[in-house]
C-alpha cells in the first residue's frame, strides 16, 4: 500500500529556495502521476505542479511557473519540488499525492496524499 512523506519545509526569507520531498513507501512511484498541492490559511487547496507517470510531461501553475521546477528520482522513490525565487504569497501546507491516471488530472483524481509540510515565507 502506497504511502507519501512530504519533507523538507521551513521558515525562509522572500527570495530564497527551499527543495521539498515526497518519498514513497510500500511501490513505486513510477507507475503514479504525482501532484504538488498547496493550501494557505482560509483558502481552497490549489494544484502547485505535477509530474505525469506516462512521460515524465510537467506542468505548473501560472503563479509559480520559472520559479518551482518538479523532479523524479526513480532510484530513491522520491519526487522533488524545487522552490526559487520564493514569495510570501507561497507560505502553506504542501501536499504531494499519488494518481493512478497517467497524466497530470485535478485534485479529485489522487488516491493517495501526504501529511503535508509547512512553507513559510517572511523576512
Known amino acids: 500500500q502506497l504511502q507519501l512523506v512530504e519533507s523538507g519545509g521551513g521558515l525562509v526569507q522572500p527570495g530564497g529556495s527551499l527543495r521539498l520531498s515526497c518519498a514513497a513507501s510500500?511501490?513505486?512511484?513510477?507507475?503514479?502521476?504525482i501532484g504538488w498541492f498547496r493550501q494557505a490559511p482560509g483558502k481552497e487547496r490549489e494544484g502547485v505542479s505535477c509530474?505525469?507517470?506516462?512521460?515524465?510531461?510537467?506542468n505548473y501553475a501560472d503563479s509559480v511557473k520559472g520559479r518551482f521546477t518538479i523532479s523524479r528520482d526513480s532510484a530513491k522513490n522520491t519526487v522533488y519540488l524545487r522552490m526559487n525565487s520564493l514569495k510570501p504569497e507561497d507560505t502553506a501546507v504542501y501536499y504531494c499525492a499519488a494518481s493512478r491516471f497517467i497524466l497530470c488530472v485535478p485534485s479529485a483524481n489522487y488516491d493517495v496524499w501526504g501529511q503535508g509540510t509547512q512553507v513559510t515565507v517572511s523576512s
Open positions: 509530474i505525469s507517470s506516462s512521460n515524465g510531461y510537467t
Open positions: 510500500g511501490s513505486t512511484l513510477d507507475v503514479y502521476t
